[in-house]
């Protein structure tokens, strides 16, 4: 439909481009009378670079730190770049969420080309997303965004009857944590030999309670307010030791844990092993703890001060095992690198791993941990999903829909994987890609980005966000540009991002991707 009015722009080669769309598309945005008239873009030369601690608002066109002039973020009348961060007026803690602004974008200003001296400018735009896209009002990016996405197909605004929110998602997402933290549990209780670890939990959760503390609480940052694995591992030993309050021969959950540590420390100190000391974990138990890969608190990114990314643990993500699969167990699998053998029998006998006792107790812990985050009644957290929730969000949303209405979602692109690539719909990047490689990947994501019935949701940088719009064109003496219209923080659609980067942040670690979620009406309501 912009496809003329492109044309004509090419033609009249117009000053202010966007001034010039602002009259065609007949907007309201922007001047309204002679007397207010739209700047011209200023040139590199008579930039200033912004002052140091003021938020940036950048508009048609945008100035980087550095005094250059690149393309902007959207309009420059309507403030869209605020930070994406609020104050818990309880705790007073920083938390990820988007302000209260307005969530109406400028048309005009999002059409208009972002810089003079263009050519062969092209936009693909999703007009349902941005006026289907919702507020996270907490670190809750995954379930805001699979709503967004869900409303855009579905054709309804954020305000509709029908639309959807992030508390329409945040109870599936609860439900899959709960099935997942019951299927380690019902684990844990076989190997134990039939026992219940209700007891265990109960006692967890008041030592913890007794510290401050809780399962889902924050530890990043000096927070000290949740339960990292040296920590759980310390309290199970103590509530555990002796057999507990019945004793070695009580028969219960105390008991048999107590037995398996017993064991454990024995055949330690015969192997001549260090650290055996009752009360020091191992390396199962407390090393190595790794906080959720998404946004649960401010600072959640892993990029250190020389912007290198830390290494992330063998087997610590499954996303990269099986990406379109929405019932994986685990987000951090401890156990992931141990011979997978059978769970039947009883504790600490040969029909199970040495260590699986341990690692589906962690695991527990960490689900119900993960369920007091998502469950938080004033700021809940997605951030112990990874992909495989956000597949799994969609499938349920869809389950649970009455409007006749079906979605699926995958995992498109990311990180080239051994045998699964482009032949399944997936594109594999690679840092060896040449430019007809990268032009294909491109016409992929913009392909989708303005089509019908399809809308992407990016993982960049711990971070869940939608794909709102696509461009493309020269600029005279640079070349060819490519960008996606996406958010960093928040959801609101805030930032150009150059594709370029994106495939770098695809590149840097097998979790982040893009997945590619689809939707059809099957049937009447």
Not at 220 to 246: D, H, S, T, Y
Request: contains cysteine; aromatic residues 6%.
């Amino acid at each position: 439909m912009f496809a003329p009015l492109l044309a004509s722009m090419s033609i009249e080669m117009p000053v202010n481009p966007r001034q010039w769309l602002l009259k065609a598309l007949g907007g309201s945005s922007g001047p309204t009378s002679p007397e207010e008239k739209v700047p011209e873009p200023p040139s590199p030369r008579s930039v200033s670079p912004p002052k140091a601690g003021k938020s940036e608002v950048r508009g048609a066109t945008g100035v980087s730190p550095d005094g250059k002039v690149h393309p902007g973020s959207v309009s420059d009348n309507v403030m869209y770049a605020k930070e994406a961060f609020k104050i818990d007026p309880v705790t007073g803690e920083r938390i990820e969420a988007d302000t209260d602004d307005s969530e109406d974008v400028d048309m005009a200003a999002l059409m208009a080309p972002p810089v003079s001296g263009w050519n062969g400018y092209g936009v693909y735009v999703d007009k349902g997303l941005l006026d289907g896209w919702v507020k996270q009002p907490s670190p809750c990016c995954g379930a805001a965004s699979v709503a967004g996405a869900v409303n855009s197909i579905k054709g309804y605004g954020r305000g509709d009857e029908g639309a959807i929110g992030h508390l329409d998602v945040l109870p599936h997402m609860a439900d899959m944590l709960r099935e997942q933290m019951e299927a380690k549990k019902g684990s844990l209780e076989r190997l134990l030999g039939g026992v219940s670890v209700e007891p265990l939990i109960e006692s967890v959760k008041g030592e913890l309670e007794e510290m401050g503390r809780t399962l889902g609480g924050k530890e990043k940052n000096g927070a000290k307010k949740g339960c990292p694995k040296k920590l759980l591992w310390e309290i199970v030993r103590r509530v555990c030791e002796g057999g507990g309050q019945g004793g070695v021969e009580g028969g219960d959950c105390f008991a048999a844990i107590w037995e398996l540590l017993e064991k454990e420390r024995v055949k330690k100190e015969k192997e001549g092993g260090a650290g055996v000391e009752r009360g020091e974990g191992g390396e199962d138990e407390g090393e190595g703890d790794e906080e959720e890969e998404e946004d649960d608190d401010e600072g959640d990114d892993e990029e250190g001060a020389g912007g290198a990314r830390k290494k992330r643990k063998s087997g610590s993500d499954l996303d990269h095992k099986e990406d379109n699969d929405p019932n994986q167990i685990m987000v951090f699998d401890f156990s992931s690198n141990a011979k997978k053998k059978s769970l039947k029998g009883k504790r600490g006998s040969k029909s199970g791993t040495a260590n699986s006792w341990k690692a589906n107790l962690t695991e527990m812990f960490k689900k119900l941990g993960g369920i007091e985050k998502v469950t938080h009644p004033v700021k809940p957290s997605t951030g112990p999903f990874g992909n495989w929730g956000i597949l799994g969000a969609v499938s349920r949303v869809s389950d649970a829909d009455t409007s006749g209405w079906t979605f699926k979602a995958k995992v498109v692109m990311g990180k080239k994987k051994v045998g699964k690539n482009k032949d399944n719909g997936y594109y594999g990047l690679t840092r060896k890609d040449g430019e007809e490689e990268i032009e294909n990947q491109w016409c992929f994501l913009k392909g989708c980005a303005g089509k019908v019935g399809k809308c992407l949701i990016s993982h960049h940088k711990n971070h869940y966000a939608l794909i709102f719009a696509c461009r493309e064109y020269e600029v005279r003496g640079e070349g060819k540009r490519r960008e996606c219209f996406t958010a960093r923080k928040g959801q609101r659609p805030t930032e150009w991002i150059d594709f370029k980067e994106l495939r770098e942040t695809y590149l840097s670690w097998e979790g982040y991707k893009l997945m590619l979620v689809e939707g059809k009406k099957t049937k009447q309501a």
